[in-house]
C-alpha cells in the first residue's frame, strides 16, 4: 500500500483557484487508481475526482465537473486536483486516497474501494 501526503490547501476567496497535490510514497503508484475525497463540517465524506492507473477518462463528480481537473505525474508520484472557480460550498477536509487497479478497471468515486488514505488538507472558500 502507499503513503499519501496531501498539500496545497488554504484560504481562498470565491471565484478563486487552487492547486492540491498528493504525493505518494511507495512501490507501484503507477499501478494505482488515485481519488480525492472532501469532508465538509457535518457532512459525510464525497467523492470528488478520481483517476485510473492508466489511460481512461477521469471522473468527476457533478460538483467538480468543470471546475476541477485531475491529472497524474507517474514520475513524481503525485497526483494533482486543480480546482477553480471555487464556491464556499468547496470549503472541505481534502483527502487523497489510492487502490491497486488492474489496468482494464475504471477508477470510482466510491470511498470502499480505496484502501490507503491521507490526512488530508484543508481547503476554506470566504471572502
Known amino acids: 500500500q502507499l503513503q499519501l501526503v496531501e498539500s496545497g490547501g488554504g484560504l481562498v476567496q470565491p471565484g478563486g483557484s487552487l492547486t492540491l497535490s498528493c504525493v505518494a510514497s511507495?512501490?507501484?503508484?503507477?499501478?494505482?487508481?488515485i481519488g480525492w475525497f472532501r469532508q465538509a463540517p457535518g457532512k459525510g465524506r464525497e467523492g470528488v475526482s478520481c483517476?485510473?492507473?492508466?489511460?481512461?477518462?477521469?471522473e468527476y463528480a457533478d460538483s467538480a465537473q468543470g471546475r476541477f481537473t485531475i491529472s497524474r505525474d507517474n514520475a513524481k508520484k503525485t497526483v494533482y486536483l486543480q480546482m477553480t472557480n471555487l464556491k464556499p460550498d468547496d470549503t472541505a477536509v481534502y483527502y487523497c486516497?489510492?487502490?491497486?487497479?488492474?489496468?482494464?478497471?475504471?477508477?470510482?468515486?466510491?470511498?470502499?474501494?480505496?484502501?490507503?488514505w491521507g490526512r488530508g488538507t484543508q481547503v476554506t472558500v470566504s471572502s
Open positions: 483517476i485510473h492507473r492508466g489511460r481512461g477518462s477521469p
Open positions: 511507495g512501490l507501484y503508484f503507477d499501478r494505482n487508481a
Open positions: 486516497a489510492s487502490v491497486s487497479t488492474i489496468l482494464t478497471v475504471p477508477c470510482t468515486l466510491s470511498e470502499t474501494t480505496y484502501r490507503s
